[in-house]
């Protein structure tokens, strides 16, 4: 099956239903929670307590899980007190250029291997992968899943061109274990690997996806606590991420979907900005537009106009590169990434294709300045080397404090600025 995605570019679903790969069901409901059952193995990421009991830690609930419950991402459970997670399935596979993730400083130009599963440790309003992250809450979801082997989507990675496999759709840290198996075969195969994440994530996650992940892609949904509170947890774990991953030299961008009133005011945007210098002024911040989706039914889609604004308070508070998402072609220079030293233009993109790219062994041509980014597979090989990077130490905990602060409940239980 093929389609045509909304900037042209096209996406090749590499479905295997009927040649290499059995189909094992269908839609919704407890069929599907039975397969999925059969589809796990026993996890790695958690800790065995009395009583049978288990601690999982694959993300920053750290669910506490009785013998025969699930977590509350209902695809970790506990059976006989081992933590059965999931393994040998996707629920979508697809081929498409890497900037689609979005990453823009990460093999530009190339393809990535995408693969998801089911089920999110969130619950947001305006999820646009709702048929997956919510197919378990949602029975409106249905979404489909077919057994699969890590060989099986290395192979369709390397028949299609791609040089990177990337978990996405779904929360992948969720999944992790099931993850790592496909990224040690793509690391044989000579691939990159990256995650598409929300960033809710725990140190002991992040240590043990190290090894095997080169780029890490956070979503920043908002700066306030209160509506992270509402989408599922905290906003701390989401910012204890965004610098644990830098510090342990993942290749990190930043994502913030710009829902109209809901994470958009001047002043909120600016303190998602600071907070992504105060960790380093090089990691990317994509600032991308909303459109109408599951529960977030009652707004426009970003405007334009809205998504060059975030941008430009993302550049005017210090960030090297900053971009302008969803909109292609209609954002002028803000899909572009220009020299922080001189200016010049080194990757021109319309959406997600790129154009023109003039860097020179990952430096401005004109100026010589080193880019941030891991652009070739040599850097890849390179990065994979380093060891930890000098990240500020920053006192999350009082920025939130202080964040919380700043903002007040209105009438309907929405948030807005107190300032
Ligand atoms: S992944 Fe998160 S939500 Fe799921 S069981 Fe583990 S701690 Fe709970």
Request: hydrophobic share 35%; charged share 25%; aromatic share 8%.
């Amino acid at each position: 099956m093929a389609h045509q995605s909304r900037n042209g570019v096209r996406d090749w679903f590499v479905i295997y239903w009927n040649r290499t790969v059995r189909t094992t069901r269908t839609r919704g409901g407890t069929d599907l929670e039975s397969r999925l059952r059969a589809m796990t193995r026993g996890g790695a990421l958690y800790e065995k307590l009395p009583e049978k009991k288990v601690r999982c830690v694959a993300c920053a609930h750290r669910c506490l899980v009785a013998d025969g419950h699930a977590g509350i991402c209902q695809v970790r459970f506990n059976e006989a007190g081992e933590l059965r997670v999931p393994a040998g399935y996707t629920a979508g596979l697809a081929v498409d250029p890497i900037e689609k993730k979005p990453f823009y400083h990460a093999l530009p130009g190339s393809l990535a291997c995408s693969f998801g599963m089911l089920g999110c440790d969130f619950r947001c309003g305006f999820c646009q992968n709702w048929v997956s992250s919510q197919t378990l809450r949602d029975p409106r979801a249905g979404a489909d899943v077919v057994e699969i082997t890590a060989e099986q989507i290395v192979e369709a990675a390397r028949r299609h061109g791609a040089l990177s496999v990337t978990s996405t759709y779904n929360e992948p840290l969720i999944t992790s274990e099931w993850s790592v198996e496909i990224f040690r075969r793509a690391r044989e195969a000579g691939l990159a690997t990256s995650f598409v994440s929300n960033g809710h994530a725990t140190p002991e996650v992040v240590d043990y996806l190290r090894p095997w992940v080169d780029f890490y892609k956070v979503d920043l949904k908002t700066f306030n606590p209160r509506n992270y509170r509402d989408l599922g947890d905290k906003l701390e774990p989401v910012l204890s991420t965004i610098r644990m991953l830098y510090e342990r030299g993942f290749w990190v961008e930043v994502v913030t979907l710009l829902v109209p009133r809901f994470n958009d005011s001047e002043s909120e945007l600016r303190d998602m900005a600071r907070f992504i210098r105060s960790v380093s002024p090089d990691i990317p911040w994509h600032v991308t537009s909303f459109h109408s989706d599951y529960q977030m039914q009652d707004r426009h889609e970003t405007s334009a106009r809205q998504v060059v604004r975030a941008a430009e308070i993302g550049r005017e508070e210090g960030l090297h590169y900053v971009y302008a998402g969803n909109r292609p072609g209609d954002v002028g220079d803000w899909e572009n990434t220009r020299c922080p030293g001189c200016n010049a233009l080194l990757i021109e993109r319309v959406g997600f294709t790129v154009v023109i790219n003039d860097l020179r062994n990952g430096r401005c041509p004109k100026c010589s300045a080193a880019i941030p980014g891991v652009w070739t597979m040599e850097d890849v090989e390179a990065a994979r080397a380093c060891g930890r990077r000098e990240a500020p130490k920053l006192d999350i905990a009082k920025l939130v404090a202080d964040a919380e602060g700043k903002f007040e409940r209105v009438q309907g239980g929405s948030t807005t600025r107190a300032d």
